[in-house]
């Protein structure tokens, strides 16, 4: 899938394209690719009844790899936004293109994404508010932020990051709160809500992602970028350490409870600790598998593409494998699927398998998407 030498370059991706695109950093591409990949891990986990972690190293870290995709997804998507409003002729257009495609994705979410999580239609018991939502929700609230000095932008985004962590959980049940901080569910008329990605701290990522990417212009942008994922882990390391602050827990059992930081919502310790490796791969790499970088230039395409193949193939595996549980895979997932049936549960062997078979077999509507992207663009496939 990459050439000789493993380098990223845009011929390797679009055969006979031109070198129009030189401000595109490939580290960006192959980074968010590289996520995508692990995307995948996590979500043929939820099919294969392997649990979210626990004492078996091999399960903690099956899990925990995963957990770089979110931050990285939605901070890049920042970083994408300030990228595509340099192409544009004002803030004001910038900001009708996030408003509206951020309104569209969260409809996909809701609607499209929740269907090829569950195979079912019970909409009204279970409707799904992941990270396709987070990101819809926080370019809305990125439209408006445009319209502010970059410097300021990167300011609020950073005091979400750092402080959000000071605020206390909510008692209120209101689904306000749900959707700003607590998350979990909440009802609206008939529907049963759940919302597993909270608007704080996930729209800060995604406004200090957009003015990260102001640094993209300048000479020292790798400097800059190993320099901030210094930072950010040495900062991991003294929180963690000293449990002062941003999700103290104990830690004492060792390295995997030390790592076992929290997602849901992302604490600060969890934030630094997949947000600093970030920094710095993006910082040491100038090149990379091209394959990767076809999965980074269409992320989103990727993504609608990956949950029903994934799913799919579960059902074809467990109606060879175990026929009689493969009504388990028509429940509501990944939040609320009855228990494992028994006999059901994949190796991790086996999840690995499938995992690298779906990246094989994406690869190759990913590539044309991207080579249509780049030769005949439209302007719907903004959207996608």
């Known amino acids: 899938m990459s050439g000789g030498d493993g380098a990223v370059t845009r011929s390797d ?207 020292r942008f790798r400097r800059a970028s190993l320099d901030l994922g210094f930072v950010a882990i040495v900062a991991f390391f003294i929180l963690r350490l000293t449990n002062a602050y941003g999700d103290p827990r104990p830690w004492e059992g060792g390295v995997l409870q030390f790592l076992n930081t929290a997602k849901y919502p992302a604490s600060l310790l969890f934030l630094l600790m997949t947000l600093g490796p970030m920094f710095l791969a993006i910082g040491l790499l100038r090149n990379g598998p091209a394959w990767l970088a076809v999965f980074g230039r269409v992320p989103f395409f990727y993504y609608v593409l990956h949950i029903p193949l994934i799913h799919g193939i579960a059902v074809l595996i467990s109606l060879v494998r175990t026929p009689e549980s493969t009504g388990w895979l028509f429940a509501n997932h990944p939040m609320f699927p009855p228990d494992v049936p028994p006999g059901y549960r994949w190796s991790l062997f086996l999840l690995y398998l499938v995992t690298a078979l779906v990246v094989w077999a994406l690869y190759f509507p990913c590539r044309w998407y991207a080579r249509v992207k780049a030769e005949r663009p439209r302007a719907w496939m903004r959207f996608v």
Not at 38 to 62: C, E
Request: with cysteine; glycine share 10%; proline share 5%.
């Open 13 to 219: 991706i679009i055969p006979g394209a031109v070198n129009a695109e030189r401000s595109r950093i490939a580290s960006l591409d192959v980074v968010r690719g590289a996520v995508m990949v692990l995307m995948a891990i996590d979500h043929v986990r939820v099919y294969a009844g392997v649990p979210a972690g626990g004492p078996d190293p091999a399960v903690f870290f099956t899990r925990w790899v995963t957990h770089f995709c979110a931050p990285v997804f939605i901070f890049l998507a920042g970083t994408s936004a300030y990228l595509y409003g340099q192409k544009v002729e004002s803030r004001a257009k910038l900001a009708k293109f996030l408003l509206t495609r951020g309104l569209w994705l969260v409809l996909l979410e809701l609607t499209l994404l929740r269907f090829g999580w569950t195979f079912n239609f019970d909409y009204a018991h279970f409707t799904f508010a992941g990270v396709i939502w987070v990101i819809g929700w926080s370019m809305v609230i990125l439209a408006g932020l445009v319209f502010l000095p970059t410097a300021a932008i990167a300011v609020l985004g950073v005091a979400v990051i750092v402080g959000h962590n000071a605020l206390p959980m909510s008692e209120s049940p209101s689904p306000l709160m749900r959707i700003l901080h607590d998350g979990w569910s909440f009802e609206a008329g008939p529907f049963n809500v759940v919302v597993l990605y909270t608007l704080i701290p996930w729209a800060g990522v995604m406004a200090a992602g957009y003015a990260y990417g102001a640094l993209t212009r300048h000479e």
